[in-house]
């Protein structure tokens, strides 16, 4: 298949039940491929990690999956970032296979994310990652995400040095 085929092959829309197995082996493999393992606290950790579909149902909460020939590739999510002022949601979960990276869904389903978020009244978006995860530093600040010094919220991910805000 073609580099232009595959995109326009790609499916980005809401998760479903029959989605957690599947983006949770997503995250699980993504997260190995970079070394993010749970005994560093990195997402692969997170108890709820089987049952995304029922998290992102909460209030002013989202996740979308890509999925290619019925197969999920990827996926993200957008929520209120927990401890923090009601202003500010938080992108989470945001993984991709190898296969569907350099297609520009990752920047598709981000800003989807974002309009979801303004939509919901919330005026900033706040995101952490990891220094090993260069790409997704790259296109977090192209979309206007500035790196902050201190956490927000509480998120429990103590091991990602990156923080990132961004006004909406």
């Known amino acids: 298949m073609t580099t232009s085929a595959l995109r326009l092959a790609l499916q980005l829309r809401p998760i479903s039940a029959a989605d957690n197995p599947h983006i949770a082996q997503v995250i699980r493999t993504v997260s190995a491929e970079f070394g993010l393992t749970a005994d560093k ?4 950790a997170d108890p709820q990690l089987d049952n995304l579909y029922e998290l992102y149902r909460a209030e002013h909460s989202a996740y979308w999956v890509v ?12 929520a209120p970032l927990a401890c923090s002022a009601p202003d500010i949601c938080e992108l989470q979960k945001m993984y991709f296979l190898p296969d569907v990276r350099g297609f520009g869904v990752a920047r598709e389903l981000a800003l989807r994310a974002m ?7 919330f005026r900033r978006c706040y995101l952490e990652t990891t220094g090993s995860l260069t790409r997704a530093i790259k296109l977090y600040e192209s979309l206007g995400f500035e790196r902050i010094d201190n956490a927000l919220g509480c998120t429990g991910h103590g091991d990602c040095e990156y923080r990132m805000l961004k006004t909406l």
């Not at 606290?41 to 692969?44: F, K, L, N």
């Not at 999925?67 to 957008?78: L, N």
């Open 67 to 78: 999925e290619h020939q019925g197969k999920v590739m990827g996926g993200g999510g957008i």
């Open 115 to 121: 309009a979801h978020a303004r939509q919901r009244g």
């Open 41 to 44: 606290g990195y997402t692969v």
